[in-house]
């Protein structure tokens, strides 16, 4: 318990550090919101298209969808609040040496590695995103009451699955010295995230289910909020995502044993 005091505490000051940031550049803000209202914008005009010709996709209604992307917008928002600013400069902890520094604090440095920076103004994202799902839930067939608090559950399940996701296309930063190609493979995977994964075929659904669950981040928890999963679905999830759990830790072991500080 204490030690969870301790790591709570230091998020805490963590978060009051980079809101003070945030508040001094306040342009950034207004930019940062623009843009990003701008993307969701585009992800919703698509299927407004698509939808202006079909009556249905792959079994999907209009307002299914566009409940789905409400639940995606949150997740992918939350991600980018929380941890997103920190893989972006995840290449400076080993190029620049600046990993030397976390590894001498007392406590994990993974910890801080991943969690030292924030992305504030993506706030106002998770905010517009539950707005979207709220008011596309009643015609989309979700029950809504209590089952709300079962969105906060899958949430949570689309930030881990990001989180794990995103580290996985990281850590390869220790062998390769800078890693932007595989990040940049990362976002061209990341565009099957923005779709239900009923709309692909079978081989590509498979890919996003399994090897790469980008479908974990907001197609299986709109999904599952819609019309449930299956048993088998709940046990894929768990082994999934507790594989990345372990590869990760694996990998970061071994990333931690290669790595040459920069003074040596």
């Given at each position: 318990m204490r030690s969870l005091?301790?790591?709570?505490d230091i998020y805490r000051v963590q978060i009051k550090n980079n809101w003070v940031r945030e508040a001094v550049y306040r342009s950034n803000f207004l930019t940062s919101v623009t843009v990003d209202m701008i993307w969701m914008v585009v992800e919703m005009s698509l299927f407004t298209i698509i939808y202006a010709n079909v009556p249905t996709l792959a079994g999907w209604t209009r307002p299914q969808v566009y409940f789905f992307l409400g639940i995606f917008?949150?997740?992918?928002?939350?991600?980018?609040?929380?941890f997103q600013r920190n893989f972006w400069t995840f290449?400076?902890?080993v190029n620049k040496g600046d990993l030397d520094i976390l590894l001498t604090k007392p406590v994990h440095p993974l910890f801080l590695a991943l969690t030292r920076w924030m992305n504030i103004t993506s706030c106002f994202n998770i905010i517009l995103g539950i707005s979207i799902a709220i008011h596309f839930a009643p015609t989309a067939g979700?029950?809504?009451?209590?089952?709300?608090?079962?969105?906060?559950?899958?949430?949570g399940i689309g930030l881990i699955s990001a989180l794990l996701i995103r580290f996985a296309f990281s850590i390869w930063v220790f062998w390769t010295e800078r890693s932007w190609a595989i990040s940049k493979l990362y976002y061209q995977?990341?565009?099957f995230a923005s779709k239900p994964d009923v709309i692909y075929p079978p081989w590509i659904r498979y890919l996003i289910l399994t090897i790469i669950p980008f479908a974990f981040i907001g197609s299986i928890p709109a999904r599952a909020l819609l019309y449930g999963l299956k048993l088998w679905e709940y046990r894929l999830i768990a082994i999934v995502l507790f594989s990345f759990l372990?590869?990760?830790?694996?990998?970061?072991?071994?990333?931690?044993?290669?790595?040459?500080?920069?003074?040596s």
């Open positions: 005091r301790y790591f709570l917008f949150t997740s992918d928002a939350l991600f980018t609040t929380f290449s400076d902890l979700f029950e809504g009451g209590i089952r709300w608090f079962l969105a906060f559950f899958w949430l995977f990341f565009s372990l590869l990760n830790t694996f990998l970061w072991k071994k990333a931690l044993n290669r790595y040459q500080s920069a003074s």
